[in-house]
Nanobody, 123 residues
Framework: QVQLVESGGGLVQAGGSLRLSCVASGFTVDHFAIGWFRQAPGAEREGVSCISTKDDSSWYADSVKGRFTISRDNAKNTVYLQMGSLKPEDTAVYSC????????????????WGQGTQVTISA
């Protein structure tokens, strides 16, 4: 059974850092594209970052470039999202998802989703 479980969210002040984890079971993360998404109250879900199986290439939304870093630990079957210089506008529920590595990771049709973890940034 494919399962993704996120953790690491919390409440931090602006300028702070958090590391989110996405632990996978039922499949191996190095065979799938893994993406991080977020959804703020009243807003649509948006892609934040993703990592491809091929050459570990990654993609970042313009709003997080230079502040967030995605990485993968195959031994732990986990994908991380290191978030720094956090801003109040980063407040959202962050979810990870897995999809077939059929194209660049930002265009993958993600089909398996975790429940999400709340990130709240205070001003």
């Amino acid at each position: 059974q494919v399962q993704l479980v996120e953790s690491g969210g919390g409440l931090v002040q602006a300028g702070g850092s958090l590391r989110l984890s996405c632990v996978a079971s039922g499949f191996t993360v190095d065979h799938f594209a893994i993406g991080w998404f977020r959804q703020a109250p009243g807003a649509e879900r948006e892609g934040v970052s993703c990592i491809s199986t091929k050459d570990d290439s990654s993609w970042y939304a313009d709003s997080v470039k230079g502040r967030f870093t995605i990485s993968r630990d195959n031994a732990k079957n986990t994908v991380y999202l290191q978030m720094g210089s956090l801003k109040p506008e980063d407040t959202a529920v962050y979810s990870c998802a897995a999809g077939p590595p059929i194209t660049t990771c930002e265009a993958v049709p993600y089909a398996s989703w975790g429940q999400g973890t709340q990130v709240t940034i205070s001003a």
